[in-house]
């Protein structure tokens, strides 16, 4: 029978806790899942594994059609996904607070629909794909300025583990 010095046998504890705390901060996931995600630009959030898509870069003001320099790029990251097979995914668009909160509702379920469409093209099945509308009702800064509101339209790509 091996006996290990105190000091070892902290060191292994230590060690052991360090490799399960890492592990846990992946989210339910495998490290190659969580590396994927993290080169994609996803970070671990309340909701789990988001990604922000600036309006700005998928649609211009006002409008839920995606821009055509972008669908190569969406449908880059739906393939990537699934290769990883992170198969369900929750999709989520915002807007700001300018206009009728009603007009805004719509704004953001037709973004969140327009991303889905992506990748339900390149393989998603439907059932594994979550579209919600959450209008301005979740802004991630107050809407105070033309900027603000800019970072709050938005469509987020959150993993379901």
Request: net charge positive; charged share 20%; hydrophobic share 35%.
């Given at each position: 029978?091996?006996t290990l ?12 806790s360090s ?34 898509l600036p ?107």
């Amino acid at each position: 029978m091996i006996t290990l010095s105190r000091p070892i046998k902290l060191a292994l504890i230590l060690l052991l806790s360090s490799v399960l705390s890492a592990c846990a901060s992946w989210g339910h996931l495998n490290y190659k899942q969580a590396r994927m995600l993290k080169k994609e630009g996803f970070v671990l959030t309340d909701e789990g594994w988001s990604l922000r898509l600036p309006e700005r870069l998928l649609f211009g003001f006002d409008s839920y059609e995606i821009k055509a320099e972008q669908t190569d790029e969406l449908m880059r990251l739906s393939t990537q996904l699934q290769k990883y097979k992170l198969n369900k995914i929750k999709i989520v668009g915002h807007t700001d607070d300018i206009g009728d909160s009603t007009y805004n509702q719509i704004l953001s379920e037709k973004r969140a629909t327009s991303v889905s469409t992506i990748f339900l093209q390149t393989g998603f099945q439907p059932n594994n794909l979550h579209t919600i509308g959450r209008g301005s009702s979740h802004p991630l800064v107050e809407n105070s300025s033309d900027e603000n509101r800019a970072t709050n339209r938005r469509v987020n790509i959150i993993i379901i583990p």
